[in-house]
């Protein structure tokens, strides 16, 4: 059964993902899908089945439909699976429970890579998984 609200892209959208109340220092990834609700990704972080995060990232027009724009997104782990990666990596799935849009030169998003200006644009295509 399908339960997904909103359309899944395979976008490679570089981020950074922090788990929320915890010292565990935050890093950078990429998304393998991401949708208006929610996103996919691989981390090496520590985290479950309910783990609040916080994602920094470009959205990009094609989910939001506005011009691209840099996103603080809070949300929690619907999913966490060991995936083919370096050990300890796990496939993460995460949905949106809220979120601001950055904008000006004091975004959080500035000095990330991948986030900041002149970031190029996230690889993509459809997300043929069901």
Same mark, same amino acid.
């Given at each position: ?50 783990? =609040? $995060?916080?994602?920094? +990232?470009?959205?990009? /027009?094609? !989910?939001? %439909? ?8 809070? *949300? ?14 796990? =496939? $993460?799935?995460?949905? +949106?429970?809220?979120? /601001?849009? !950055?904008? %000006? ?8 890579? *991948? ?16």
């Amino acid at each position: 059964m399908e339960r997904r609200r909103t359309e899944r892209l395979k976008l490679a959208i570089p981020l950074s993902v922090s788990v929320l109340n915890s010292s565990a220092p935050g890093h950078g990834t990429e998304s393998v899908n991401v949708s208006a609700g929610g996103m996919y990704f691989a981390t090496n972080l520590p985290v479950s089945r309910g783990t =609040g $995060v916080q994602l920094l +990232f470009q959205m990009p /027009e094609e !989910v939001s %439909g506005m011009p691209a724009s840099d996103w603080v997104c809070m *949300g929690h782990v619907v999913h966490a699976r060991p995936i083919r990666a370096p050990k300890g990596w796990l =496939g $993460v799935g995460v949905q +949106f429970d809220c979120y /601001e849009v !950055v904008q %000006g030169q004091n975004r959080p998003g500035a000095s990330l890579p *991948g986030l900041g200006e002149g970031a190029g644009s996230p690889r993509q295509g459809r997300d043929q998984r069901p």
